[in-house]
């Protein structure tokens, strides 16, 4: 079973910036899809961003499109969440998580295995 360990979340101004990782362990990394998820406080947990096993598609939220970026190194096991121009609606606990196939086959929890323990992100007006 694949180990997630997040880590880069804080404090931030609004309009600041904040680079979240994620490190797997495991062999199946680098054959995985790859998700970020958020959870603000009494809200559902929902999708943010999602990144195939290759690298080469990638899907977002439409409430992140064009601030957002993920990104991943299969040689260092490692997927990225690169959050620009953020907003205090952005706080939440991020979780990375592992998708079921290489390929991103949907935006739902239940598309995803294995989750991280999430870290916090806070964005102060």
């Known amino acids: 079973q694949v180990q997630l360990v997040e880590s880069g979340g804080g404090l931030v101004h609004a309009g600041g910036s904040l680079r979240l990782s994620c490190a797997a362990s495991?062999?199946?990394?680098?054959?995985?899809?790859m998700g970020w998820f958020r959870q603000a406080p009494g809200k559902e947990r929902e999708f943010v961003t999602a990144?195939?096993?290759?690298?080469?598609?990638?899907y977002y939220a439409d409430s992140v499109k064009g601030r957002f970026t993920i990104s991943r190194d299969n040689g260092k096991n490692t997927v990225y969440l690169q959050m620009n121009s953020m907003k205090p609606e952005d706080t939440a606990v991020y979780y990375c998580?592992?998708?079921?196939?290489?390929?991103?086959?949907?935006?739902?929890?239940?598309?995803?295995?294995?989750w991280g323990q999430g870290t916090q992100v806070t964005v102060s007006s």
């Open positions: 998580a592992t998708g079921w196939f290489a390929v991103v086959v949907g935006t739902r929890e239940a598309d995803f295995g294995s």
């Open positions: 990144i195939s096993a290759s690298g080469g598609n990638t």
């Open positions: 495991g062999r199946t990394f680098s054959s995985s899809a």
